[in-house]
Structures are given as C-alpha cells and as structure tokens.
C-alpha cells in the first residue's frame, strides 16, 4: 500500500527549566494513502504533540517524520511538501477562528501560502461558494463574523478552510469533541463524506473511542508517550492486546457484552 506519512522512532521531549517531559516516546507509525488513521489514548498521552510534529508546529527531537518519502524536518526546519498539502482542524472552533475576520477572509486565508496563479483558482467566488455550501454553510453567511455561529457550524467553517488548498492529508485533533453528540454525530457524518468525495487521507485524534470506532480503519493507541497497539480497528475492537487498551474499551460496555445496548450509534443519528 502506498505510504503518505512514515514516523519512525521518533521522540519529542519539552525541556521547560530543570523540567523534562518525554511527549512523544519511540513512536513508529505509517499512515496510508486512502486511510482514516486514529490515534487514541488519555489526555496527555501525546496525542495532539505527535499530531503537530505532521503540520510543523512542534520539531522532533530525535527520529525521522516523512511524507511520501521525504523528510518533513530538516534539523528545526519544517519543509512543507506542497503549501496547503498538509491541513488541519483543532478541537476549539472557538480559539482557532479569528473572531475580528469574517467567514470569507477565514476560509480564504490559507491561500496565502500558494501562489498567485493557485490562489485565482482556488480563490474565486463560484468556488467559494460551492465549498461553503458543502460543508452546509450558506452563501450569505460568508459575511459574517465567527461569534455569530454555532460550536458546529464554526467547526464546519474551520473544516472549509481546511479544504480551500486541496490538501492530501488532515490531521484533526479532537474536532468534535467540544460539540454536542448530535452536532457531533453530523460533522462526523461530513467529515467521512468529504474524505470520499475527495480521496482524503486523515489522521484522527481523540480519546472518544466511540468516535473512533465510527471513523477509523486502523487505529493507533498512546499511553504515556508510546504506541502502544497499533491495527485494524476492527481487530483491536474485538481483540486488544494491550492492557491499557482493553482499559480504554471498559468505556464501551457494548463491545465487550455484544447485547448490551450501544453508547451511541452515530450511524442511527
Ligand atoms: P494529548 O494530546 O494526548 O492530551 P499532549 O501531546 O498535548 O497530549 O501532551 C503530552 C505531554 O506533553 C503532556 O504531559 C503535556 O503536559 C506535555 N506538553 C505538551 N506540550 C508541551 C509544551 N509546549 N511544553 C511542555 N510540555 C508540554
Ligand atoms: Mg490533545
């Protein structure tokens, strides 16, 4: 299968004073073309630390970081494959909108990063609207300001300036995790459209494992530092091997006692 992303043993440690934390312990991961990958584990595993080291917010320690072969990281530097190729959606719709811009000028503004013939393309207003539109905004809320729109909603005006470069790949660190379950249920539904619609590759953080299991094909799980486990979702659902992944699935009554009713079926939503 044709590889996008390659870690391999990488470390990331955060010096802060005579302070060590070892974030990011020896981790070994592929993502595949095609693929919805999904990182799991508690809070402060290093879920969101391994995700920044993918779109160049934090640097690698120790370890090497590819993307379709080449280096991401040249010592402290990080060299883009393609501007807009690598995109992301955090979990605060809230903090990650400027709220002084409008709706237009946010989803607009990772096309500085592109150039000016790019930027004409992906820039012009039939586009625009289209992308707002299937992300299930209205035309006519372009216009507006972030704080006039709901959890939900401006998490699918984050999801639009994500896609406006054509990125491969989308790192999303708990996007849904700050939105009601049934928003929740909806933007999930979107995101795994989207991705077929436009043959995305995603990398997918949370610690809802019911989130996961909806989302992912292979699922990577994090505990202090390190992978853990690392399969098929369905074989780490039915067969974890990993103590604290077993621990992980406790939350989820109904994979262990198949009659036990569902935490929540997305699909059902
Ligand atoms: P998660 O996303 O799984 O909750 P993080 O990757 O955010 O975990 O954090 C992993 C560990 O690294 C935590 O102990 C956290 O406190 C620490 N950490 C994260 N970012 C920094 C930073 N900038 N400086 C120092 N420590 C950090
Ligand atoms: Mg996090």
């Known amino acids: 299968m044709n590889v996008l992303v390659q870690l391999q043993d990488v470390d990331k440690i955060y010096s802060t004073g005579k302070q060590t934390m070892h974030a990011v312990n020896g981790a070994t991961l592929q993502i595949h073309r095609g693929e919805v990958l999904g990182l799991?584990?508690?809070?402060g595993s290093g879920k969101s630390t391994l995700g920044k080291m993918l779109i160049g917010l934090e640097a690698p320690t120790r370890g090497s970081v590819s993307?379709?072969?080449k280096p991401l990281w040249d010592k402290n530097k990080?060299?883009?494959?393609?501007?807009?190729?690598?995109q992301t959606v955090f979990q605060d719709p809230q903090s990650s909108?400027?709220?002084r811009m409008k709706v237009k000028s946010i989803i607009l503004e990772p096309l500085r990063a592109l150039d000016a013939k790019q930027r004409k393309e992906k820039g012009n207003e039939k586009q625009l609207i289209e992308l707002i539109r299937r992300v299930g905004l209205k035309e006519e809320q372009l216009e507006r300001y972030p704080h006039e729109f709901s959890g939900g909603q401006r998490q699918r005006i984050a999801i639009a300036r994500a896609l406006i470069t054509d990125p491969s790949f989308i790192v999303f660190d708990e996007p849904t995790s700050a939105l009601d379950v049934s928003v929740q249920a909806q933007v999930l539904n979107l995101l795994r459209e989207l991705k077929a619609e436009r043959q995305l590759t995603y990398l997918f953080i949370?610690?809802?494992?019911s989130v996961i299991?909806?989302?992912?094909d292979r699922i990577a799980v994090m505990y202090k530092g390190k992978?853990?486990?690392?399969g098929a979702a369905e074989q780490v659902f039915k067969h974890p091997r990993h103590p604290y992944t077993t621990l992980l699935l406790s939350s989820l009554p109904s994979v262990h006692h198949e009659k036990e009713e569902k935490p929540i079926n997305f699909c059902a939503i």
């Open 78 to 86: 990080f060299k883009r494959p393609r501007p807009g190729e690598i």
């Open 67 to 69: 993307y379709l072969g």
């Open 227 to 230: 992978i853990v486990e690392m």
């Open 206 to 209: 949370s610690h809802n494992m």
């Open 213 to 216: 299991r909806y989302m992912c």
């Open 40 to 43: 799991v584990g508690e809070s």
């Open 97 to 99: 909108l400027d709220p």
